[in-house]
């Protein structure tokens, strides 16, 4: 295992003691206090790159706290980092790979290389073979087997090959043409048996998405609506109903789709990051190749400044570095993500992924167990259902949850009425979440609809909210698929920089191996003869439901 980041645990860098002493110095600091402290403030807090504005001077953070957290990112290396990735070093030590979803929207064609070969002529190669394939069908060139175009495409996949994919045909909805395109997932028979139920097999198109084309669940389904698809149709039809995006060609040949209906992606693309490889040809299908072009160069901008600015003011350093701060020197375990926009109601779900799938670690990159707190747990809803829903625990509750509020200026329909009302919620609740409503505020409040002292004593301590609670707004001027690419390329670059100081790999996902070994000997033991040894509330479930069928 060739290891080529550096491996200094997180909590023995140099300025890891300064930010412990610093936060005790603080803690007792309000948010209001840093304002009142610091005439300052939004000098150092308020950041603007393109049509984005990043503020997060609603934090429990002051200019010396946060000139340590950059200092921290020093101590980690994490500039040469940041290089390695983007030169295609194998930084991706424990699967010997390197991680390159930069270079599928790289701006320009100067050469990457991996194992001494130049991955940009096959990447712009892959992506014109499926930039043609999408026009086809899109212009309706492309005919199913009865000689109708097509109508509707279904991506087969799970995880990477399904989530990103989804939110962002969701994302774009506005962007979208004729094409409908849905999503199969689990390997729930009804799941699949739903969207069939819908389908017609002549004018259907379906995607079998998988990078290592083993994954249980995405093979059953393919193999189910294969079955379903040959009911109607002939072994000849299916060239013109499937297609596949994966490493694996030998699989995806077995399967019966050809290599020419067959789209490749290379090792060196996480799952979780692989929106932007062939596995986007559902994106490209329902929006077309040129917003689905201007996606990738959306991502490709936020990569140039991700690599090229200094920490103080690039958007993925300073957002990792507060998240950093929350979950280490504050004990904060969750992190809440709230767009406020319902196009990006699965963007928390999809960063699930992304941010606890690569950093649930455990182990530093000296392959030694960590003794402090790695991957903050993600989720969230688009606002302002969310307010409805979860956020009466995020003022009142007794966690601390830092937020992420990410908005719109424009609205896609134009309908400013709307907007301004989705506005003033975005930005009330942050202010409401950092002053709270003291004593005196409630007091004043009771008074005004003429309660009595009594009543107003003993309702007063459940009307109070203490305030001083963390929140980064972002405001990024309208969802277009530029715009899209480059928030998507935000919080992939955050992930990366937290796992450079948190000192593990962030680029493997061994965690889920376990799960997918024990599905196997169960799914045995469920449909033959039981041979293995389970604990017994196992064997009770296991007797449980083969009784059952
Ligand atoms: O959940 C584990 C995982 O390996 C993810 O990382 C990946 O996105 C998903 O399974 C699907 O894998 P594949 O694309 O190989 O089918």
């Known amino acids: 295992m060739q290891k080529i980041l550096n491996n200094k645990s997180f909590d023995e860098l140099k300025t890891w003691k300064d930010l412990v002493d610093h936060q005790k110095k603080i803690k007792d600091k309000s948010i209001l206090d840093h304002f009142k402290n610091e005439p300052e403030r939004m000098d150092y807090t308020w950041l603007e790159w393109d049509d984005f504005v990043v503020d997060f001077s609603k934090n429990r953070i002051d200019k010396k706290g946060f000139n340590l957290l950059l200092k921290l990112a020093d101590n980690a290396d994490l500039k040469t980092a940041i290089e390695s990735q983007f030169k295609g070093a194998k930084i991706n030590a424990t699967e010997n790979r ?37 026009k086809k069908v899109i212009s309706g060139q492309w005919k199913g087997y009865s000689g109708k175009s097509i109508t509707h495409v279904v991506n087969i996949g799970i995880g990477g090959s399904d989530l990103g994919p989804a939110m962002v045909v969701e994302a774009l909805a506005h962007y979208k043409n004729h094409l409908d395109v ?57 060239s013109n109903h499937f297609i596949a995006v994966s490493t694996n060609l030998e699989m995806t040949t077995d399967f019966g789709i050809s290599i020419e209906n067959t789209f490749p992606m290379e090792d060196w693309v996480g799952g979780r990051f692989s929106l932007w490889s062939a596995v986007g040809i559902s994106i490209c299908l329902a929006v077309g190749p040129d917003h689905y072009n201007n996606l990738l160069s959306g991502a490709g901008k936020m990569d140039l400044h991700f690599r090229y600015t200094s920490f103080e003011k690039n958007l993925p350093v300073v957002l990792a570095l507060i998240s950093v701060w929350y979950n280490n020197f504050w004990n904060a375990e969750s992190e809440v993500i709230i767009p406020y926009t319902q196009y990006l109601k699965n963007f928390p779900a999809y960063l699930q992924q992304g941010i606890m799938e690569s950093n649930g670690k455990s182990v530093g990159r000296d392959g030694k167990p960590i003794n402090y707190q790695t991957g903050t747990i993600i989720w ?93 707004t972002i405001l990024i001027d309208k969802l277009t698929p530029s715009s899209l690419g480059k928030l998507i390329a935000l919080y992939e670059h955050k992930i990366f920089v937290q796992g450079v100081i948190w000192n593990i790999y962030s680029y493997d996902q061994w965690g889920v191996e376990l799960g997918k070994q024990l599905a196997g000997k169960i799914l045995k033991d469920i449909e033959g003869k039981p041979k293995y040894s389970h604990d017994p509330s196992t064997s009770k479930f296991l007797s449980l439901i083969r009784s059952s069928f």
Not at 438 to 456: T, Y
């Open 182 to 238: 849905s999503f199969i997932s689990n390997v729930e028979g009804d799941h699949h048996e739903e969207i069939l139920e819908e389908l017609n097999p002549e004018t259907t198109l379906f995607v079998i998405v998988s990078k290592t084309f083993t994954t249980q669940e995405t093979l059953s389904n393919a193999k189910s609506v294969r079955s379903w698809f040959l009911k109607q149709a002939s072994e000849k039809a299916i």
């Open 98 to 134: 390197a991680v390159l979803h930069t270079a599928l929207r790289t701006l320009d064609t100067t050469p990457i290389f991996v194992d001494e070969i130049d991955v940009i002529p096959k990447v712009k190669a892959t992506q014109e073979k499926m930039f043609s394939f999408c």
């Open 380 to 472: 969230g809803a688009s606002g302002t259902n969310a307010q409805h829903a979860f956020f009466q625990l995020i003022h009142q509750g007794t966690k601390l949850i830092p937020s992420d509020f990410i908005g719109f200026k424009k609205s896609l329909k134009g309908n400013k009425k709307h907007q301004f009302k989705l506005l003033s919620n975005f930005i009330a609740q942050t202010e409401a979440l950092m002053k709270g409503k003291n004593k005196l505020e409630v007091k004043e409040e009771l008074d005004s609809i003429g309660m009595d002292i009594n009543e107003q004593e003993k309702i007063t301590p459940f009307k109070i909210f203490e305030g001083n609670k963390p929140s980064n």
